[in-house]
């Protein structure tokens, strides 16, 4: 119970969300070139608390890389992991 308490209080902590999305926002783009150079044909990315949004912040940029980014939200909304692919695979 105490676990969950703490995990709730870095969630709410603003310096923590913000280490967080950076983090994830560089995990994407890294993500996004390494399949875009052909090095892999797709890359999952998982544990993202903010990968649903960053998925639509991305969307434009993966279609013009042709790319497509597939969220794949958890059961209990607390995030998704973050499907990247070729669109013509």
Known sequence: MER???????ALDPEETRRRLTSEVAEVESAMALVASGSATRITLAGLRFGGQLAERFSAIARLKGLRLEPLPWPDDSGCDLVVRRSDE
Do not use: I, K, S
């Open 4 to 10: 969950h308490a703490a995990r709730e209080n870095a």
